[in-house]
């Protein structure tokens, strides 16, 4: 079955260390997004990219890092530039980013300080 | 900028109808989508909008005025798996289509 895996489920860092969540998907979707979640909040999108080898800031960028070498895979790295990463993060995708396709999301990766 | 507004609790029994509002305001627009996420869970897409009028899928239905910069999202015959939170969101054509979400409206399904 297609889908958008999301890896680890929960993860833990500590002070001043830099971690980074995988997000995988088969769908051959050309988008794919990184959003964080704080509780009883929306969705505020972080990263972005349309293709390959190709991103872009969200509206929250700072203290964060991407990387899409390849269609299929959209890591984040969440720097300890981020002074408060404890959040919710969800991976999403879609078939282009201007249209009017659905987003499809990950189950997300729970993110704590030790 | 943008920025949408909703409901943040909405509270109904089971068998009723419940309508969660959104209003909107966009640099441009191209699109009110709705979104399901129970708690801890993945969003999950619902429905689209791009016209003005009413979408309906089963229970569900969407609605939009574009005059209004307005839409809601209608459930029926509410089932107690219907309660999770329920986010309204746009694409905007002037942020090159990516989607900004609504806060959420916690949806309470009582028996």
């Known amino acids: 079955d297609g889908g958008i895996t999301q890896s680890p489920k929960y993860l833990f860092r500590k002070e001043g260390q830099n971690v980074t969540l995988s997000c995988e998907q088969n769908?051959?979707?050309?988008?794919m997004y990184w959003y964080r979640q704080d509780p009883g909040q929306g969705l505020r999108l972080i990263y972005y990219?349309?293709?390959?080898?190709?991103?872009q800031k969200g509206d929250i960028a700072e203290g964060y890092s991407v990387s899409r070498e390849k269609k299929e895979s959209f890591p984040l790295t969440v720097t300890s530039a981020q002074k408060n990463p404890t959040a919710f993060y969800l991976c999403?995708?879609?078939?282009?980013?201007?249209?009017?396709?659905?987003?499809?999301f990950g189950d997300g990766t729970r993110l704590s300080i030790l | 900028g943008q920025s949408l507004e909703q409901p943040s609790e909405v509270t109904a029994v089971e068998g009723a109808i419940v309508q969660i509002n959104c209003t909107y305001q966009?640099?441009?627009?191209?699109?009110l989508s709705w979104y399901q996420q129970h708690d801890g869970g993945a969003p999950t897409f619902l429905s689209y909008?791009?016209?003005?009028g009413l979408e309906e899928t089963g229970r569900f239905s969407s609605f939009l005025s574009r005059s209004d910069s307005y839409g809601y999202l209608l459930l029926q015959e509410l089932q107690m798996k219907d309660s999770a939170s329920y986010f309204c969101?746009?694409?905007?054509?002037?942020?090159?289509?990516?989607?900004?979400f609504g806060q959420g409206t916690t949806l309470q399904v009582k028996p």
């Open positions: 990219s349309q293709i390959v080898n190709d991103f």
């Open positions: 966009t640099s441009g627009f191209y699109g």
């Open positions: 999403a995708s879609s078939i282009l980013i201007q249209s009017n396709q659905p987003q499809h």
């Open positions: 769908l051959n979707h050309d988008a």
């Open positions: 969101a746009v694409r905007d054509r002037g942020n090159t289509g990516k989607l900004i």
């Open positions: 909008n791009a016209l003005d």
